[in-house]
T-cell receptor, first 115, second 115 residues
Framework: AQSVSQHNHHVILSEAASLELGCNYS??????LFWYVQYPGQHLQLLLK??????LVKGIKGFEAEFIKSKFSFNLRKPSVQWSDTAEYFC?????????????FGSGTQLTVLP | GAGVSQTPSNKVTEKGKYVELRCDPI?????LYWYRQSLGQGPEFLIY????????DSGLPNDRFFAVRPEGSVSTLKIQRTERGDSAVYLC?????????????FGEGSRLTVL
């Protein structure tokens, strides 16, 4: 079975600082990878996803993530954060083939951006 | 609205009682997922429906938990003989196609508190 580790539980940054949130997964085969975000008081929503091809994927609101297969990592980055980026961020994985369609989520990283 | 709707948004019950949580997915979405999120954790998979049938119920913790989707649309998660450890936010998500784009559209969740 697959698993996901997010090592940073809470990150606090000032506006305009650069962001990198770590995500590592464990699975023996090929995977699809996702980042979801939950803004305060809102539901989870997709930020970006990787299925295949260019390992650097771009998502909404200036976020990007890089898939490094040799490191089993899919770190989330943003060059300059804004106060409105304050939210909880979840990395998720699923096998790219087979009948299992559900996502396995990490425990999340709470990002607080100070104005 | 056109999003995933979950009711009730909050449910407080006593240990040993029976609880039903309802999910109304986005119209036309064939896949429906139930997740459970405990404090400080990421969403934990419970069960996945493709149409009316449970395609994967491997995440249900024990036989006190059961879910149905009789007409391939609305789903109900049923918890018998609730225990304090069942307290969590129960999330429902839907997805538009069998192949699985990977994007899950989440509701805002039903917060269950077992006293």
């Amino acid at each position: 079975a697959q698993s996901v580790s997010q090592h940073n539980h809470h990150v606090i940054l000032s506006e305009a600082a650069s962001l990198e949130l770590g995500c590592n997964y464990s699975y023996g085969g090929t995977v699809n990878l996702f980042w979801y975000v939950q803004y305060p008081g809102q539901h989870l929503q997709l930020l970006l996803k990787y299925f295949s091809g260019d390992p650097l994927v771009k998502g909404i609101k200036g976020f990007e993530a890089e898939f490094i297969k040799s490191k089993f990592s899919f770190n989330l980055r943003k060059p300059s954060v804004q106060w409105s980026d304050t939210a909880e961020y979840f990395c998720a994985v699923r096998p790219s083939s087979g009948s299992a369609r559900q996502l396995t989520f990490g425990s999340g990283t709470q990002l607080t951006v100070l104005p | 609205g056109a999003g995933v709707s979950q009711t009730p948004s909050n449910k407080v019950t006593e240990k040993g009682k029976y609880v039903e949580l309802r999910c109304d997915p986005i119209s036309g979405h064939t896949a429906l997922y139930w997740y459970r999120q405990s404090l400080g954790q990421g969403p934990e998979f419970l069960i996945y429906f493709q149409g009316t049938g449970a395609a994967d119920d491997s995440g249900l913790p024990n036989d006190r938990f059961f879910a149905v989707r009789p007409e391939g649309s609305v789903s109900t998660l049923k918890i018998q003989r609730t225990e304090r450890g069942d307290s969590a936010v129960y999330l429902c998500a839907s997805s538009p196609d069998r192949a699985g784009t990977g994007e899950l559209f989440f509701g805002e969740g039903s917060r269950l508190t077992v006293l």
